[in-house]
Every structure is written in C-alpha cells, then in structure tokens.
C-alpha cells in the first residue's frame, strides 16, 4: 500500500499492447504514449509536459488581450549518459515563438510574453520546477502470479 494516500495529482497508466501505454486522470482525460510509430516516448512526454505547463501560463494571461496568431513552444534536451549507465536528459531548452495581431490587443500580449516565461520558469510551472529541484521518486511493486488481473473502476 501506497504511503502517500492523498495526492493531489495522479495518473494510472495501463499498458494496451508490448510498449504501449495509456495514461488517463481520474476524471477521464487520457494520452497514448510508449515505443512505436505514431507514440510519443516517455522522454518526449515529459518534454511536452514542460513545454505545455508554461506554455498554459503565457496563454492563460496573453489570450485576456487577443487570440495569438501563431503559438509555438519547441522544448529540446539532450541524453546524457552516467559512467554507471544510468541515462537522464541535460541542457533542456524551451523556445517560445509567438505572434499576435497588430493592434492594441496584440501589442499589449506581446509586451507581456517575456515576463510571463519568466513567472512561469520562476514560480508557475510545476512540471519544469519540479525537474530543476530534484525530486525524489518512491517506487513499490506489487506482483502476482496467477489469480485474477488488477480491477479498475473504469
């Protein structure tokens, strides 16, 4: 049993064939991701989840002025490989490209960008802040032999 009963947020992860996974929120939402054509990897989710936290940030706040007419986050890193084997990525990047109407609205949410990114990388975005500050992983196992496969809810 789980020592941390009350997390406020959770995803269960269910594998659907060899290298293929669906995680999916207790209210539903779900994302197909594994190893294979069509799938991002695990590596590319976490980029795209970085990516995606500050990315939220900047448009929650620029789309109050105006409807972006391009919104572009490309998040990169680089594999790095310890002299024990043991893999992590390096040097990750988040490069925003934005472009807003020339008008009012869009001036105003242009002039916003620059700060938002920073709030976001500084104080907002859990995901990123969470990889910069090292948090520790807990693993426990559960396994069976024979018997009846793990019921869901769902």
Known sequence: MSEHQNPTHSVELLRTATNRYVA?????AEVAFGRGE?????????????????AIDVDTV?????????????ASGDKFTEDSGATRLTDVNLSFRLAFPDDEGGRKAAGLVDRLVALSHDKYCTVSRTVEHATPVAVETEVRVGGDPATTDR
């Open 24 to 28: 999916r929120t207790a209210d539903g």
């Open 38 to 54: 069509g799938l991002l990897s695990p590596v590319e989710l976490l980029l795209a989840a970085i990516a995606g936290c500050s």
């Open 62 to 74: 620029t789309s109050r002025s105006t409807e972006p007419t391009d919104f572009r986050v490309e």
